[in-house]
């Protein structure tokens, strides 16, 4: 029987916190909204910009960012802000290093 693989966890960049609840108040979306669109569970949107967590699993934030992203692109968001959330998306699809044995 094979094993679920486990869920990988990340430390949330503090710029992430910010640039995300900037952009969904910028484009005029609710919390629900982009909890509904990325497919997260309630009043994770609030957990997120309120720093509850310090770890978030990685699909989810990047569910979050990608919505964000493609909102704030559709929206037409002011480039600095879709620059600063292309480049917190960027960080957190970088795969995590593996840890050599020795």
Do not use: W
């Not at 910009?49 to 989810?60: D, I, K, T």
């Amino acid at each position: 029987m094979p094993t679920a693989a486990k869920p990988e966890f990340v430390v949330i960049p503090a710029d992430a916190r910010s640039a995300i609840r900037e952009a969904r108040t910028h484009l005029g979306m609710s919390r629900s909204d982009v909890e509904q669109k990325a497919k997260v569970g309630t009043d994770y949107i609030k957990k997120l910009e309120l720093g509850r967590s310090p770890r978030a699993e990685v699909g989810r934030l990047r569910r979050v960012l990608q919505v964000v992203q493609q909102a704030a692109e559709r929206g037409k968001a002011p480039a600095k802000l879709t620059a600063r959330i292309a480049r917190v998306a960027k960080a957190v699809a970088k795969p995590a290093p593996k840890a050599t044995k020795r």
